[in-house]
């Protein structure tokens, strides 16, 4: 697995189908994609095009329908709920749309929950990376701070930083700038662009806003739960044509 | 502008607590007359003196007083979780054009309406079980044909304190409401933490005085106890009564301390660690909760140890003869028991409180629970962060109740008998200890058991994507 194209996230035709009969909602439909170590990746479409869903497959937070689901070459969709918890623990960071932190911890016990929930000891190397990102992402003077006392881009920088501080293999990020003004959106962005370019972070990001996808190095479309784009880094206008083509096509 | 009060308290389910705790206290109520009137009028045709029926009205009339108030502290926290759980919803109604106090008037009148319905229920239902039960026991020949009454006439004005009370109780749990903005509507990412208030100093000086002078009062009693006469329990029982207010008012101050002091015991592993800050995540909750509990522990404590004490003092009086030592132990066991189902109902009424606030809090955190279980909290571990909730606050309620009650039952015994015992009176009843011990468990049981099985059967996705 150490080859240097080495699959961090692999759906092989993974459909995921809710309600059955005429009320039946195909929200993926035989997707296949891998997404290999490095990089940002941005997972576009209109709503209802099963954005959502590739996320929370891609998380182990939901079963699949048929297909098969990697991640850091584990096979998710034959794992119990147990062991994809542990999974998710040591192999993924989430960063949300909203709700992201837990209100009654401070700045750095959200951060180092990870590391808690794990159960072990940050080594100093790690220490140091920890206070790396706090210190980064201009967190440094509210570690002490609940969530509760910081404006929403703060709280998504916080995030941000637990999402990071373990060096998960994949970070999944949900609309990540959805509730955030442009600046914040912008600052937040430019911050997770920096997370895959420097420190090879693997991120996946969902996202309807085209500016949003402007900032990964590779864009894939999903229209009504199938894959029909995958591109390399485009421009916010060409994302956006893209996609208006894709809601004329669905009108 | 008159609001719906569903929209602001939501499905009638959810104060289900505040009919349920009201209906308990009217039962209880009821109850209580019916068998203080058996009582007087059994004396009276028998012969007696009609001074029993005055004093087990006063009697009857302080327990149902001590079981409208914890009913009240903990219709209070109802609304208040209730209210916390819906304050997306009332900015809502807020930015359509509601104001704040009407939105509060629809609360409270929509709690006192639930209250009312439960306490008229529970008056009828303990008046029907009362008489049914004297009737059975008339039959059976162990109780005197009399005039006794079919329907305890007091029931009526206790009704009406129930649901006074209930309003009150819904008033001062409903604050929240004024705290919910229209541009909260408006906000999705932020999350509303309330803000907590901060003690005043005049309620801090008066809880700590009255605690002091109440304390002073007690051992002055106990000391009077010495010298004999009704003076020194009368002293004794005002003196307890002065402490108690001082500790329900200073409550705030000190509770939340105790909760996190006995959460630290927990554990540092991580469901331990939240566990602990959601047991102090709203402090006026937290002591609600709590002093209901505190309230109901330390009165049955109270009585149990204050019998254990008078047994054990009677054990060492050497002019009475063995068949009167045994014949008195007999009386103060007896009284003891029936004393102590008295005062339980407190303890009942709060222990519907305690679960049914656990469960609404567990209810309106499925979100954080959702985004626990995404960041890899195993269920197994949310089962554990919410019971040891649980434990942290019934442990101090139970400890904080036990503690009280010991020394309030020594105390009063000392004041009661003291001229005739060597030393101090006291007693440990150890089997009621165990009792309220073993009692406490269940309750930690109850209170997570539901919750928490309906915390983890909730997929993390969908409970990512519950409203919050």
Redo the contacts between chains.
């Keep these: 697995m150490e080859a240097p194209f080495e699959a961090v996230v692999a759906f092989h035709s993974v459909s995921k189908v809710y309600g059955h009969g005429a009320g039946e909602v195909r929200a993926l439909d035989d997707v296949t994609v891998v997404v290999p170590r490095g990089g940002f990746t941005a997972v576009m479409g209109p709503s209802g095009s099963g954005k959502s869903t590739f996320m929370n497959v891609a998380a182990g937070l939901d079963d699949v329908s048929a297909g098969e689901v990697l991640v850091a070459g584990h096979p998710l969709h034959r794992m119990d709920d147990r062991a994809r918890t542990i999974l998710r623990r040591e192999q993924v960071g989430f960063v949300f749309q909203s709700f992201n932190l837990v209100p009654t911890l401070d700045v750095r016990e959200n951060v180092l929950l990870p590391f808690e929930l794990a159960g072990r000891r940050l080594n100093a190397e790690e220490r140091a990376w920890v206070d790396h990102l706090i210190s980064v992402l201009g967190l440094a003077d509210r570690v002490d701070h609940r969530p509760g006392e910081l404006s929403g881009g703060q709280q998504q920088r916080v995030a941000i930083a637990r999402a990071l501080a373990p060096r998960p293999a994949v970070v999944l990020a949900d609309e990540p700038t959805g509730n955030l003004d442009t600046r914040s959106s912008r600052e937040v962005l430019g911050l997770l662009r920096t997370a895959a370019r420097e420190y090879g972070q693997t991120i996946v990001m969902v996202s309807h806003d085209p500016v949003a996808a402007s900032y990964a190095d590779r864009v894939l479309v999903l229209a009504d739960g199938r894959l029909v784009g995958d591109h390399d880094a485009m421009s916010p206008q060409q994302i956006a044509e893209l996609l208006i083509g894709f809601e004329a096509g669905v009108a | 502008m008159t609001a719906r009060s569903d929209l602001v308290l939501g499905s009638r389910r959810e104060v289900g607590t505040v009919g349920l705790v009201a209906g308990m206290c009217g039962f209880y109520a009821s109850a209580l007359l019916i068998g203080s009137d058996l009582l007087t009028v059994d004396a009276r045709a028998a012969g007696g003196e009609s001074a029993v029926g005055i004093l087990l009205g006063a009697v009857a009339a302080v327990f149902i007083a001590v079981a409208v108030y914890v009913a009240a502290v903990v219709i209070a926290n109802g609304v208040d979780t209730v209210v916390a759980g819906r304050l997306r919803q009332i900015a809502v109604l807020r930015l359509l054009g509601a104001d704040a106090r009407s939105l509060r008037g629809a609360v409270v009148r929509g709690a006192t309406l639930v209250a009312a319905g439960g306490a008229v229920t529970g008056v009828l239902a303990g008046t029907l079980v009362g008489d049914l039960t004297r009737s059975v026991l008339v039959g059976r020949g162990s109780l005197r044909d009399a005039d006794y009454t079919w329907f305890p006439v007091l029931a009526v004005p206790a009704a009406g304190v129930i649901i006074v009370a209930a309003a009150a109780a819904s008033w001062a749990g409903s604050r929240t409401v004024l705290s919910a903005t229209p541009a909260q509507a408006l906000l ?6 309330p803000q907590t208030r901060a003690v005043g100093a005049r309620r801090r000086v008066a809880a700590f005085g009255l605690i002091g002078c109440g304390g002073l009062v007690l051992l002055g009693a106990a000391a009077l106890g010495e010298q004999g006469g009704a003076a020194g329990f009368l002293l004794a029982a005002f003196g307890a009564m002065v402490s108690g207010t001082g500790i329900l008012l200073g409550a705030r101050l000190v509770v939340p301390a105790l909760v996190a002091l006995a959460s630290r015991l927990l554990g540092t ?2 469901p331990s ?2 566990a602990a ?2 047991a102090v ?1 709203e402090p006026g909750r937290t002591t609600r909760s709590t002093m209901g509990l505190v309230i109901g522990v330390t009165l049955v404590t109270t009585f149990a140890a204050g019998f254990a004490a008078l047994r054990t003092a009677a054990h060492s009086w050497d002019h009475l003869t063995a068949a009167q030592a045994a014949q008195t132990d007999q009386v103060l066991r007896n009284v003891s028991v029936i004393m102590i189902c008295v005062v339980i109902v407190s303890s009942a009424i709060a222990a519907v409180g305690f679960v049914s606030t656990m469960s609404l809090g567990v209810i309106q955190r499925t ?2 629970i959702g ?9 197994g ?1 949310v089962r554990t962060m919410i019971t040891k909730e649980s434990v942290a606050l019934s442990a101090t309620a139970v400890t904080f109740g036990m503690a009280l009650g010991l020394a309030y039952g020594a105390l009063g015994a000392q004041a009661l008998v003291g001229v005739q015992t060597d030393g101090f009176v006291w007693g440990v009843p150890g089997l009621v200890l165990a009792g309220i011990a073993v009692a406490g468990v269940l309750l930690v049981l109850a209170a997570s058991w539901v919750p928490s099985s309906r915390a983890v059967a909730v ?3 969908e409970a ?1 994507r519950a409203p ?1």
């Excluded at chain 2, 999705?188 to 933490?193: E, N």
């Excluded at chain 2, 985004?371 to 269920?379: I, K, N, P, W």
């Design positions: 999705g990412a932020a999350v509303p933490m592993d991580p660690k939240v800050r959601n995540r979100r954080e985004l626990l279980r995404a960041l890899g909290f195993t269920a571990q997929a993390p996705v990512l919050g």
